[in-house]
């Protein structure tokens, strides 16, 4: 019940959205299937009717459809021209009833149009900018996220925007030591493949986009999933699957790590973070490492999944110093990724406060998880989040811990059951979270074992990504005074998804596929919403997100935040507002003086910098200083840890 999550939507839907599956090449002839349009007709109905947020399909979503359909297709504004743009307008208040009418054929009016105009880039790009003389001595720039830019009216200012695309691309390549016919034939065998992604693009895949615009036009978590999209979802959600153990996504001709799973191979490492972008994939210690820019999704995830115990290698740009950085290498082993692996953690952390010496236990839970087949099956010892943090804070007091933290940090979610469990291990009793449906019924999901496992100190520590079950948790924690939340702003996912079977409505000889539908949201028991907000600490640590560009909120068609009524429970006294209050001074206080405390900000910083830059310097001695500052402020970094 959560984004990454159910773990699909940046690492897999994305793939949906901005990449096509592989599959038999249908360039000749591209027309949609009777049953797509069966299949938009009820999709749409079961939004219309089931949907939580109750809107209807009309001539307003129409346009915003109409919009993002153009926008997946061509999202930084490369290929279409502004003719083409105005001449989908025709469509724009359209696309209601087609859609009722079974009729897709905006999708592939406006693919062929897409399809027409990359073509001609291609072609372009491989006769007149590759290989040709660039002056890198000249003060220009390309804009690499043009979502806001105009779209251009002629040819000629395209060949200027790929003009500035390739000489960027050439200097990258110069700077990490390629010479001119290497660059040459990097290019060359990178844009060969472009083509040969669009020759792949099928007319299932235009129709998974279109819908998936459609659905997403509800909100993000509403999803079309085509036959073959529903194969590989539920393959994403097995842990037989063997990798490095990182979620990804694709962005602007990159390949980004959204997500570092707990147990794997890239977290072990610890040097494969959150937003670095991976541009090569090698086999073996010694193979030849491919250069991946600008591939499609799955082409980049096959090369660096494989058997368990293989190597692979990565050529990354890290987050810290950004595409303007240099590159690194890293060797990874593959592993699969077991329960074990992601089950929660302690450790104790040692410290003085003046003459006294302290003990922090601290709890690392990368999920709320519950293994539910040992569980049917009776097995009295089956394996779940409560279970495990419950023996692991035992044998904390045994060890005469003055407090202890649980790190929700990347917690992406899972069970609902647990994170109402795990908090009951914190409180006496009572609500934990509230549960409102379509028909705006609530149930309150309770706590009802009157016993206290934990009375002492606690910390909850959150991040960005702590998302669905984290936000529960913390958010009763905060609400019953019972510990301190610490960190950054939570994720803001407090909506819940169910999976329905389009064969369940349509009786047809070709495959449907399966629709992913928002139907609940989540409310604390105050009755604020986690939905768009989440969670605001009581101390708030510096963050390198912003909450424009990654969370819910980040998305325009989230479901807003909002309050019910609250659910009576008891507070306690253990946090309240003057304790806050004395808390945030001593941090503010130790900012000035804490070394380590001081470089984190700084890192941050530097890290805030980096991923909001989206100019890219054409100049070569720029870029070279740029690499060199990177490198200075790294090693300086690394001197004071």
């Known amino acids: 019940m959560n984004r990454f999550f159910l773990t699909f939507l940046f690492s ?110 291609m072609d372009y790009v491989t006769k007149h900018l590759i290989g040709q003389s660039y002056d890198f001595t000249l003060d220009e720039y390309y804009e ?8 251009a009216n002629t040819t000629a200012e395209l060949d200027d925007i790929w003009r500035k695309i390739i000489k960027s691309q050439v200097l990258s390549l110069k700077l990490a030591g390629k010479s001119q016919p290497e660059i040459e034939e990097a290019l060359h065998k990178r844009y060969d493949r472009f083509v040969k992604n669009i020759d792949q693009f099928n007319s299932e895949d235009i129709f998974s986009v279109y819908m998936n615009t459609i659905t997403e036009a509800y909100d993000p978590h509403t999803n079309y999933f085509s036959p073959k999209a529903s194969d590989l979802f539920k393959q994403s959600m097995s842990l037989s699957l063997e990798g490095i153990g990182a979620r990804l996504q694709f962005e602007n001709d990159f390949t980004k790590i959204f997500e ?70 890293l060797l990874l082993v593959r592993d699969k990724i077991k329960l074990e692996d992601q089950a929660a953690k302690k450790s104790i952390i040692n410290y003085q406060v003046g003459s006294r010496p302290m003990k922090l236990g601290v709890i690392s839970l990368p999920s709320f998880y519950m293994d539910f087949d040992a569980y049917q099956k009776g097995d009295p010892n089956y394996r779940s989040t409560t279970r495990d943090v419950k023996k692991l804070i035992q044998e904390l007091q045994e060890e005469n811990v003055d407090g202890i933290v649980m790190d929700l940090r990347n917690n992406g979610g899972g069970s609902l059951a647990e994170a109402i469990d795990l908090t009951g291990l914190f409180i006496k009793d009572g609500p934990v979270v509230q549960v409102k449906n379509t028909v705006n019924k609530v149930e309150v999901g309770m706590d009802d074992d009157k016993s206290v496992l934990y009375n002492g100190p606690l910390v909850v520590m959150t991040n ?108 306690r006294s253990d946090v309240n507002d003057k304790v806050i209050a004395s808390l945030n001074k001593f941090y503010q206080e130790r900012a000035k003086y804490d070394q380590n405390l001081k470089q984190y900000i700084n890192e941050t910083e530097d890290l805030k910098k980096s991923l909001a830059e989206t100019k890219i310097s054409l100049n070569e001695a720029k870029r070279r200083k740029e690499m060199e500052e990177a490198e200075k402020k790294k090693a300086m970094n690394k001197d004071l840890s």
């Open 12 to 121: 897999f839907a994305i793939f949906l959205l901005q990449a096509a599956h592989p599959g038999t090449s249908d360039t000749t002839q591209l027309k949609p299937k009777p049953v797509y349009g069966k299949e938009a007709r009820v999709v749409s109905y079961i939004l219309d009717n089931n949907h939580y947020r109750k809107l209807q399909l009309n001539d307003s979503l129409s346009s915003a459809i109409l919009d993002s359909y153009i926008g997946e297709l061509d999202n930084n504004k490369t290929y279409f021209l502004a003719s083409d743009i105005k001449s989908f307008d025709k469509y724009r208040f359209q696309i209601d009833d087609l859609t009722r009418n079974e009729d897709v054929s905006p999708a592939y009016d406006i693919y062929k149009v897409f399809r027409k105009r990359y073509y001609e880039r």
């Open 144 to 151: 690499t996220d043009r979502e806001k830019e105009p779209w």
């Open 260 to 329: 570092v799973l707990p147990g794997g191979p890239a977290e072990k490492s610890g040097k494969l973070h959150v937003n670095d972008l991976i541009i090569g994939v090698g086999q073996g210690v010694d193979g030849e490492m491919v250069d991946v820019v600008g591939w499609r999704l799955d082409e980049v995830v096959k090369l660096i999944k494989g058997p368990k115990g293989t190597t692979v290698r990565l050529q990354y740009l890290p987050a810290e110093t950004g595409v303007n950085g240099p590159s690194q290498e």
């Open 464 to 571: 960005r990504f702590s998302a669905s079950a984290s936000e529960i948790f913390a958010g009763a924690i905060q609400d019953y005074q019972r510990g301190v939340i610490t960190g950054e702003s939570t994720y803001g996912k407090g909506t819940v998804q169910t999976v329905l079977d389009l064969k369940r409505f349509i009786n047809d000889k070709d495959e449907v596929g399966e629709l992913k539908l928002t139907f609940q949201k989540f409310y604390r028991v105050t009755g604020s919403s986690t939905q768009n907000k989440g969670v605001t600490p009581d101390i708030i640590l510096p963050s390198a997100l912003s909450s424009k560009q990654y969370g819910e909120s980040s998305n325009l068609n989230a479901l807003p935040w909002d309050v019910i009524k609250g659910t009576p429970f008891q507070k």
